[in-house]
């Protein structure tokens, strides 16, 4: 059983950065890919980026890439994702959530665990 809580969220302009953390309870969190999905309202769950147990590997959508960075301390059982140059179209609840075992980390299917989700609003 894993527990997810993110936090970091919150309303910047345009252009600004945040940085979402999303701490992991359980022994085996070392041992879980670990994703980040944003839903804005009336639209789908859409995934954002992912990041392999050992951190070696990362997975961005096309509309992030380069923008934002996902990281993970497994000696903190935490996740996080730096969010820079941000865009009004970044505005939505972002969740984390952690997969024991994924054959396609960009399908919210795929993930085991998730967390209650952390606003981020951004203005124009």
């Known amino acids: 059983q894993v527990q997810l809580v993110e936090s970091g969220g919150g309303l910047v302009q345009a252009g600004g950065s945040l940085r979402l953390s999303c701490a992991a309870s359980g022994r085996t969190f070392s041992s879980y890919a670990m994703g980040w999905f944003r839903q804005a309202p009336g639209k789908e769950r859409e995934f954002v980026a992912a990041i392999s147990w050992s951190g070696g590997s990362t997975y961005y959508a096309d509309s992030v890439k380069g923008r934002f960075t996902i990281s993970r301390d497994n000696a903190k059982n935490t996740v996080y994702l730096q969010m820079n140059s941000l865009k009004p179209e970044d505005t939505a609840v972002y969740y984390c959530?952690?997969?024991?075992?994924?054959?396609?980390?960009?399908?919210?299917?795929?993930?085991?665990?998730w967390g209650q989700g952390t606003q981020v609003t951004v203005s124009s």
């Open positions: 959530a952690a997969a024991g075992d994924v054959d396609a980390v960009d399908i919210p299917g795929e993930y085991d665990y």
